[in-house]
């Protein structure tokens, strides 16, 4: 079972997996601190001075913080977007890749030339009969 385990582990798309895991927190982590600490300011100042995260709507004792809920929507879209373009790219490289290199059409075998004689032959044949009426 151990060994099964290891030819698991060691295959590239587990690696590449783990890597990608990785990468995407560090890059979730830019991502929230760009919206966070650039555009949603930027935003709030374009509002009129409003601190977006602190937007709240109070209902009895109980607090619905909406703002923190568009951040998080900000941050989703960000990322969305930015896989989207990442994907798409990939994707144009690997049909460049994939693009089949046209070959010529291989030479007729014996038994396909022998049939084009007799084909031909024929033809002669309803010619030259056509051509005796």
């Known amino acids: 079972m151990w060994e099964e385990f290891k ?5 590239g798309n587990v690696l590449d997996l783990a890597v990608a895991v990785i990468i995407g927190g560090a890059f979730n982590k830019i991502v929230t601190s760009l919206v966070n600490d650039l555009l949603m300011p930027t935003f709030g100042i374009v509002l009129g001075g409003l601190k977006i995260s602190t937007l709240a709507y109070q209902v009895g004792e109980a607090t619905i ?10 941050d989703f879209f960000i990322i969305s977007m930015s896989i989207f373009l990442f994907v798409r790219l990939i994707n144009k ?30 033809k002669e044949g309803r010619q030259e009969v056509s051509a005796a009426d």
């Open 93 to 122: 490289f690997r049909k460049k890749d994939e693009e089949p290199v046209e070959t010529a059409p291989p030479a007729p075998s014996n038994e396909e030339k022998l049939l084009a004689e007799i084909r031909d032959l024929l």
């Open 65 to 74: 913080n909406y703002g923190n809920f568009l951040q998080s929507i900000v």
């Open 7 to 11: 030819k698991f582990a060691i295959k």
